[in-house]
């Protein structure tokens, strides 16, 4: 058994500074890190309640052991403004109290290097709190948004700041973005409730002859389409797109919608080309890696994965397989499935598994329905439909040594996989020929988990 894993962890960095840290990863087969979220914990009245209720590493729960609960972040370094002119963007600063212990550090970076360990940035440009993205107005997302050049522009600044003070750092990994693709009404993730009107964007939808009002349009007319079905439409839809061909007529009379999916190609693969060329252009050696979602579903998010080698060293797709909550691939298919059968009360049970199955490309095991997916999941299911999300990656990205998938327990406190799931996982991920996963994330890893982690990375 070899994968070689990466780990990608969460604040608190503070337990890096201990050589323990390291050494616990180099045991068990961990040989690149992702250090997530550069910033230092600072104790306050009113912040972030931290631990979260998934954490689970000892080394992580003994450094909150003696102190208080409320926590803010604060950068690691303090930033060369130099890099950011005429940038309206700007880095967030960090008063000289943190000087000695991003000076710690930056030591025990040095030496985690020195024990073979390759250090791994991750894009933090969501948490803008951290980054010092500000928040967008009404209209726009919540923060800048990515059709504005300033973003990547802002990243590239951002990761040259970044190995300038901290040269130890190989690379870094690009979390999304992502166009939105979950269906249920009033979910972080819902693709109905995607709409940035920003100037950018409007004018990146100019740029390609097409009007973004127009775009919104026919996302709202396509949520009353999805809402009007009847038994008789499902059946003619799933027996005439059965054939490759067949769907050929249903996209051409969806024009609109066809310049929508070409609208969220173009708006990702622009920026992250702006993002991989930059950092080449100064940091011709650095490693660029790119996340996208689980290929059953990349095409909404934007993500043309067959694409993207041309401006990603590494693709990292999120085969993220968890039920509970946002953004498990078993949550979202049981949401497509529960949702389309509350829009309308009227279609048969196999007509919504049907068109279920047929929107994602997957076929239900015999022994786990979607009805069950809220249950832990047979190995039928890693084996089948994961096995099958894995399969269309390789096939996708064309070169198996460019593929290192996400994977995790849950995200923010949802019921987790078990880890005999985990161990199915890792089963199937070596079997269809992967040999690399990154693990999302140290500090939720149990005893149970770390044992199955380790028995597959050595
Ligand atoms: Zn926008």
């Known amino acids: 058994m070899s994968l070689r894993p990466i780990m990608l962890t ?12 390291w050494d616990e990863l180099i045991e068990g087969g961990f040989r690149d890190v992702c250090v997530s979220w550069m910033a230092f914990l600072k104790e306050v009245e009113h912040g972030e309640s931290l631990p979260t209720r998934e954490e689970a590493r000892p080394r992580v729960l003994s450094f909150f052991m003696d102190k208080g609960d409320q926590f803010e972040y604060v950068p690691i370094i303090k930033p060369d403004t130099s890099l950011y002119d005429g940038m309206t963007l700007y880095p967030p600063s960090r008063s000289d109290e943190f000087d000695s212990i991003f000076r710690e550090l930056r030591d025990a970076f040095q030496r985690a290097k020195k024990k073979g360990i390759n250090l791994y940035l991750f894009d933090d440009k969501s948490y803008f709190e951290i980054s010092g993205y500000p928040a967008g107005p009404e209209g726009t997302r919540g923060f800048s948004c990515w059709n504005d050049p300033q973003v990547a522009e802002y990243l590239v600044a951002r990761t040259r700041d970044y190995v300038n003070q901290l040269p130890m750092f190989s690379g870094i990994v690009l979390d999304g973005p992502d166009y939105k693709w979950e269906i249920a009404p009033g979910e972080r993730d819902d693709l109905f409730a995607e709409r940035c009107f920003c100037d950018h964007c409007q004018n990146a939808a100019r740029l390609m002859g097409l009007d973004l009002m127009k775009l919104v349009d026919t ?51 622009n920026h992250l080309i702006r993002e991989y060329e930059g950092i080449k252009k100064h940091l011709p050696e650095f490693t660029v890696m790119v996340s996208s979602r689980t290929p059953s579903y990349s095409a909404l998010t934007g993500h043309a994965l067959q694409r993207r080698n041309a401006y990603s060293d590494y693709q990292l797709p999120k085969l993220y397989l968890w039920a509970g909550n946002q953004p498990g691939f078993r949550y979202t298919v049981n949401n497509y499935a529960n949702t389309l059968s509350e829009w309308n009360p009227s279609l048969s049970r196999k007509n919504v598994v049907g068109l279920t199955e047929r929107i994602f490309g997957i076929e239900f095991p015999a022994d786990y329905p979607v009805e069950k997916f809220d249950d832990p999941a047979p190995l039928s299911f890693y084996e089948q439909i994961a096995g099958d999300e894995m399969k269309k990656m390789i096939h996708l990205i064309g070169d198996v040594d460019k593929l290192i998938p996400f994977i995790a327990l849950e995200h923010f406190g949802g019921p987790q996989i078990q880890p005999r799931e985990v161990r199915d996982l890792l089963l199937t991920l070596e079997n269809s020929g992967i040999n690399r996963y990154i693990f999302f994330h140290y500090g939720v890893i149990t005893e149970d988990v770390w044992s199955v982690l380790t028995e597959f990375s050595k």
């Open 10 to 21: 969460r604040p608190p960095v503070e337990i890096m500074l201990d050589d323990g840290f």
């Open 219 to 269: 996302l709202a007319e396509f949520k009353l389409e999805m809402q009007q079905l009847t038994d008789e439409k499902v059946e003619g839809f799933l027996l005439s797109t059965r054939g490759f061909l067949g769907a050929t007529d249903w996209w051409l009379s969806h024009p609109e919608l066809l310049d929508l999916m070409r609208f969220r190609y173009a708006a990702i693969e």
